[in-house]
């Protein structure tokens, strides 16, 4: 099989919008008067639509209340988006503008419906052939629906794609699609995305090669 199409996860793998997520989950939280640890950002709420990750939370709030937190956590991101402005890493930048180069059809996905808010705020929402947002799903991961959708976008088979995740529950999604994953390690916790089927810890280690012989196998 040919490589064809990378899926790429937006938040902590192309754009740094983790602090500024975690941040705002916490302090949403906090109003209710639950702890929220990163551990529970990563394993709970991490790449997950705001109403579940609101409900993985605060499991015994009416729907009617759990949609109200949910608003809540989004107005908090846009303040803190406002105030910190947001970047992109440069090891993504820097394979998806060699992926271009090699005729690679690339999408990016994000359950968050701020996305092409938060990639013109970091300056590459003209890298990409499809963008697909929460507007675009009911499903969220670890529901398939998203990768599936984006194959579908470019145009391609899901086995000609591979996913690039960051999120425990993104990787049980790329694989709920038949899709080879890897995954990103950006702080130094790879037990987490062990069920990738590869995992490095730069992007620029993520050569063409690479994710052909990933997709042969």
């Known amino acids: 099989m040919l490589l064809k199409g990378v899926i790429f996860d937006m938040d902590g793998v192309v754009v740094n919008t983790?602090?500024?997520?975690?941040?705002?989950?916490?302090?949403?939280?906090?109003?209710?008067g639950k702890k929220f640890t990163f551990k529970d950002y990563e394993l709970k709420v991490d790449g997950i639509p705001r109403l579940s990750g609101a409900r993985a939370i605060l499991s015994k709030l009416s729907e009617e209340k759990l949609k109200k937190a949910a608003s809540k956590k989004?107005?908090?991101?846009?303040?803190?988006?406002?105030?910190?402005?947001?970047?992109?890493?440069?090891?993504?930048?820097?394979?998806?503008?060699?992926?271009?180069?090699?005729?690679?059809?690339?999408?990016?996905?994000?359950?968050?419906?701020?996305?092409?808010?938060?990639?013109?705020?970091?300056?590459?929402?003209?890298?990409?052939?499809?963008i697909i947002t929460?507007?675009?799903?009911?499903?969220?991961?670890?529901?398939?629906?998203?990768?599936?959708?984006?194959?579908?976008?470019?145009?391609?088979?899901?086995?000609?794609?591979?996913?690039?995740e960051d999120a425990f529950l993104g990787i049980v999604a790329a694989k709920r699609a038949k899709i080879k994953a890897v995954g990103i390690d950006r702080y130094g916790k790879p037990a987490r995305l062990k069920q990738a089927n590869l995992i490095v810890n730069n992007l620029k280690k993520l050569t063409l090669s690479k994710l052909k012989r990933l997709i042969s196998r």
């Open 18 to 32: 983790v602090p500024l997520h975690y941040k705002a989950w916490k302090k949403m939280f906090s109003d209710y």
């Open 74 to 130: 989004q107005k908090y991101l846009l303040e803190f988006l406002r105030k910190y402005g947001v970047k992109a890493y440069r090891d993504a930048v820097y394979l998806i503008k060699n992926l271009k180069k090699d005729k690679i059809k690339m999408a990016i996905i994000t359950s968050s419906k701020n996305c092409l808010y938060i990639l013109k705020k970091a300056g590459i929402n003209k890298l990409f052939d499809v």
């Open 134 to 164: 929460g507007n675009d799903i009911k499903k969220g991961k670890p529901h398939p629906d998203i990768f599936l959708l984006a194959a579908k976008r470019l145009g391609l088979k899901a086995k000609e794609c591979v996913v690039v």
